[in-house]
């Protein structure tokens, strides 16, 4: 018999105490958005899943998997810039006890790629977790070109080939603000999968075309993390921080995107999607609900 992990063995029992605790209270039709609040991002992450019908109802057995968290900045987690790694970690374990054939982390890093892993917490965080393996964009053999049908501004992309061949693409962006595009949730959090970022900022309208990219990147779930906001100076940081202690779960990105907005106080205001242009251009382009008034919205706590 395979021995059990300490770590494995809470983490299981945590989504089984989820499920039991939450399952019933969301039997039915699923919302569109989870709006998850607590301390320990393991037992947000369990929540936010079991009142969205369990794992299972995005991860089946043999999928390939692929995560793509904001792990981009060599900053430590407390700046807010990243993902919490303990977040990352309790969804790639949560898909593996969904028996995924392959959980891939895809990030395309904006420093040197081992010391932003090393510094955002996600290499320790997933020391316990040798089966989930980590795709550092980098080499132009690791993407694939391809059309955006319908894009205003961006006609064709050249996207990670890791997530064109996924069977389930599990979006996990931080809570920030951005000197561009106001802020950088899941739809920004999408540009870490393409080759030219720097197009965006210099040869387009950088919000159509962020909203344009979420045409062809189409995540499965979208978990926000919310459990630190950097509200001013981002990307990059350092900037003023908070601890809003919440996670936005939802299956539409867009969706998950409008909501978010309201968790924190990005650059000093409660930022609405006419402020965000990239989320409004996506709900007008039929990619997501952003009226927040409209959403089935579930909260819970963890």
């Not at 028996?99 to 420093?111: S, T």
């Not at 059309?147 to 050249?158: C, M, Q, T, Y």
């Not at 900037?239 to 909501?259: H, I, L, N, W």
């Amino acid at each position: 018999m395979k021995a059990i992990s300490r770590r494995s063995f809470i983490g299981g029992s945590i989504a089984a105490a989820a499920a039991l605790r939450y399952g019933r209270a969301f039997a039915g039709p699923a919302p569109d958005i989870v709006d998850v609040s607590g301390s320990d991002p393991a037992k947000m992450v369990a929540a936010a899943l079991a009142a969205l019908g369990g794992i299972g109802k995005f991860v089946k057995k043999g999928d390939f998997v692929v995560l793509k968290p904001n792990a981009g900045f060599a900053n430590p987690p407390a700046w807010g810039t990243t993902t919490h790694p303990e977040t990352v970690a309790a969804i790639a374990r949560a898909c593996l006890e969904a028996k995924a054939k392959e959980v891939l982390i895809v990030e395309y890093p904006q420093g040197k790629p081992d010391k932003c892993l090393q510094r955002c917490g996600l290499t320790a965080a997933l020391a316990s977790l040798p089966a989930v393996k980590v795709k550092l964009l980098s080499d132009p053999a690791d993407f694939q070109r391809v059309n955006v049908k319908g894009g205003v501004a961006l006609k064709s992309v050249e996207v990670a080939k890791a997530v064109l061949s996924a069977d389930v693409l599990i979006n996990i962006p931080a809570a920030k603000s951005h000197y561009q595009s106001g802020v950088s949730l899941g739809l920004k959090n999408a540009m870490g999968l393409i080759r030219d970022r720097q197009a965006f900022h210099t040869a387009m309208e950088l919000h159509q075309a962020i909203a344009d990219l979420g045409r062809v990147i189409v995540p499965q779930l979208t978990i926000l993390d919310a459990t630190r906001a950097l509200l001013t100076n981002g990307p990059a940081g350092p900037g003023e921080t908070s601890t809003p202690g919440r996670m936005v779960a939802g299956r539409k990105v867009t969706s998950v995107d409008a909501y978010g907005l309201t968790v924190a106080k990005f650059n000093n205001k409660t930022m609405t999607p006419a402020e965000a242009r990239h989320i409004e251009y996506a709900g007008k382009a039929g990619l997501g609900q952003i009226d927040v008034a409209k959403m089935k919205i579930k909260k819970v706590k963890a």
